[in-house]
């Protein structure tokens, strides 16, 4: 296995690679909002961000700001060894669900407490914006990290770097 050369780092911009491990929660105040077409699913000013080595932002919302009409908790969960068990939730459409959008920490580990019952939403399935511009999802399907021109990689998640 072998360390990743960190992207050149331009005005304005931060690397993945000077994010902690274990990861840092952190408030943000841009506006993250998340749709699907003209629908706004969520929007806030009052997040949270999730800061770890080789990992663009998660971003976390909270509740009084999603749309609950439009959420319904989805079967399954996972296990993050920093913030603790996952569970998923389905975006509910008129015409369509989108299955395991987004994910939430109902009961968080000490560190991450400020993002109980917040709501995390996959830029792969939803349109999600941080300020305006549009996120790019995370490589790889698994990992829900929101890519902008404001960080830099290589980002984890692409093949050959489960490793990292």
Known sequence: MHRPVPDEIGAGQESVWSYPRPPRLEPVSERLVVRVGPLVIADTTVGYRVLETSHPPGYYLPPGD???????????????????????WDVVLDDQVLAMAAWSYPDPTGPFEAIRGHLAFYPTVLECSVDGENANPQPGGFYGG??????????????GTSGW
């Open 66 to 88: 999603c749309d609950f009409d439009r959420l319904v908790k989805a079967a399954g969960s996972s296990f993050c060894e920093w913030k603790g068990t996952a569970a998923y």
């Open 146 to 159: 929101w890519v902008t021109s404001k960080v830099v990689g290589p980002f984890k998640g692409s093949p």
